[in-house]
Nanobody, 124 residues
Framework: QVQLVESGGGLVQSGGSLRLSCAAS????????MGWFRQAPGKERDFVAA????????YYADSVKGRFTISRDNAKNTVYLQMDTLKPEDTAVYYC?????????????????WGQGTQVTVSS
């Protein structure tokens, strides 16, 4: 069984930074792509960023491109999301997820394990 635990969320002012972490339990972490998604109140869960199994390929939503960076440390079974130049519209619960394959992808259906989420609030 795979468990994903996010951490690092919190309250930050507009223009600030946060670094989210997602620690994975279970074997074969390095065999799968990982992704970050977010969900604001009353809205659907949206794709934020994804990274391939090796870390050699990354993929971002247009809304965060140039501000967010996804990375992974396979030795620590952890994936990260560095968020810079945060905006109030980035406020949401952020979820990490494990993909069904090695390929970084945006589709929710491509992910089979999800964390419980961590709240990110950006004040104006």
């Amino acid at each position: 069984q795979v468990q994903l635990v996010e951490s690092g969320g919190g309250l930050v002012q507009s223009g600030g930074s946060l670094r989210l972490s997602c620690a994975a339990s279970g074997r074969s972490f390095s065999s799968y792509a990982m992704g970050w998604f977010r969900q604001a109140p009353g809205k659907e869960r949206d794709f934020v960023a994804a990274i391939s199994w090796s870390g050699g390929s990354t993929y971002y939503a247009d809304s965060v491109k140039g501000r967010f960076t996804i990375s992974r440390d396979n030795a620590k079974n952890t994936v990260y999301l560095q968020m810079d130049t945060l905006k109030p519209e980035d406020t949401a619960v952020y979820y990490c997820a494990r993909a069904r394959s090695r390929v970084a992808t945006a589709g929710l259906a491509a992910y089979d394990y999800w964390g419980q989420g961590t709240q990110v609030t950006v004040s104006s």
